[in-house]
């Protein structure tokens, strides 16, 4: 008896097989697809703002458009990090004066995992102040004339007023954050001119600066806060901010060769050293750090903006070295912003853009300002910088820069991996698989008429009708 279920359930496991063997490749696409459900979540943002995220629902179903984008999940590129802001100390300030109840509730709105948050699942913040501070500060200033080569007046007291506390509720809300630090400015006793904006950092100090980022790193621990990567100077090749530093790349190579490298290793610091971090059109500052083997070995990768440059020259960086990593770490908005070309240029350079060649993150600048900008260093702060959130005493408002973000940190979580979807120059796109599985497509109009194509996975697809100079996130 138990022989005759053993040899019908072979029988049934052969016929089976012989079947999935037959089918066709358009019906073995589909079983191979079905995993992922016929219906699709679209949400859409629309230039003249009368759409915000939308959410409805699409279909797989009918024939392929002329314009058509295959989207393929066999076909994968670089790992993702996360997508958000820089929570600048004057963001902090901003966000530690709401109500209580105002507060918590729009730090899950930006953080939490859940639908109605739009997911922010990575920070940049300012190692002491930056332009965008209320005050200029380092954590080891001494008065005119004196040094402290020793660190021992070394203190973070300042980043327990508002950034701590705020980072400390946001980690409760994503204990997954990732976080970058970088700094404006070494203590200014370190640098040649002994002033915050400008100058160089003096070599007889390489060995204190590096041990100032090892004891940031680790006061930071014992609050609770992982810095999980750091660049070494926010734009290096710009000395007229307020803080700023010029460091040339060979000084950096130095620097890192001779003190910080060797410094992380010693203290057993495992936080990621990032260089460059400025703009797109000196992709040779990374590539000159690079070609210094000694000092490359502890780089895992380098940061850009794009004020200057083409988005493109990352992708060059990393066809000259593939083994390290690229990252998007800053773009303004200037104020009072213009919303359907912000939108349409912001999404379609730098979240499809900047990812398409490479990037694993991508990073507005300001998360929050008041209604006039504030708060900003004097001297070389910016002055019109539009932060994601306008704060107005208890009142919030979203601008431009929340929905740029909003459209891809709220579907594509750390761990995704980028893969393959058809450019087109009418419809920049970026397709991501996410750790569940779930397909991830970003696709902008960049043209002011409505513009209908189809989407295609595993042979099924998908029409869609886009209006001229939105935005539209497709997930399935």
Known sequence: MQFGKLYMAILA????????????KKERSEAQASDTGSEITSYLTRGDRSALLQKSSLSFGGSKASKNIVVNTLETYQEIDGFGYTLTGGSAD??????????????????????QSIRVNYLRISIGASD????????????????????????????????IPVLKKILAINPDLKILGSPWTAPTWMKTNGAFKGGSLKKEYYASYAQYFVKYIKEMEKEGITIDAITIQN????????????????????????????AF???????????YDHNADRPDYPLEIYADKDAAKYVDGAAFHLYGGKIEALS??????????????????????????????????????ATRNWSRNVLEWNLAADASYNPHTPDGGCTSCLGALTIDDDRVSRNVAYYIIGHVSK??????????????????????????GKRVLIVVNVESEEQSFTFEESERNVPVVLPGGSVATFVW
Not at 329 to 352: A, M
């Open 94 to 115: 901003l966000i530690a004066s709401l109500s209580n109840t105002k507060q918590d509730s729009l730090l899950e709105e930006l953080f939490a995992d859940k639908e």
């Open 13 to 24: 496991l052969i016929i089976f097989l012989s079947c999935k063997q037959g089918l066709s």
């Open 235 to 262: 734009e290096p090749l710009h000395p007229g901010n307020t803080p700023s530093m010029y460091m040339e790349a060979k000084d950096q190579a130095d620097f890192i060769k001779t003190a910080l490298g060797p």
């Open 132 to 163: 965008l501070s209320a005050t200029t500060f380092t954590y080891d200033e001494m008065p005119p004339g004196k040094t402290d080569p020793d660190l021992n007046y070394f203190s973070i007291a300042k980043e327990k007023e508002t950034l």
């Open 411 to 436: 579907f594509v979580p750390t761990g995704s991996k980028r893969i393959a979807s058809t450019w087109m120059d009418s419809l920049p796109n970026v397709a991501f698989l996410t750790p569940e």
């Open 265 to 275: 290793e010693s203290a057993g610091i495992k936080t990621k050293i990032i260089v």
């Open 316 to 353: 060059k960086v990393h066809e000259a070295f593939p083994d390290k990593s690229l990252y998007f770490t800053e773009q303004w908005v200037g104020g009072p912003g213009n919303f359907p070309e912000d939108l349409k240029w912001h999404v379609s350079t730098l979240v499809i853009g």
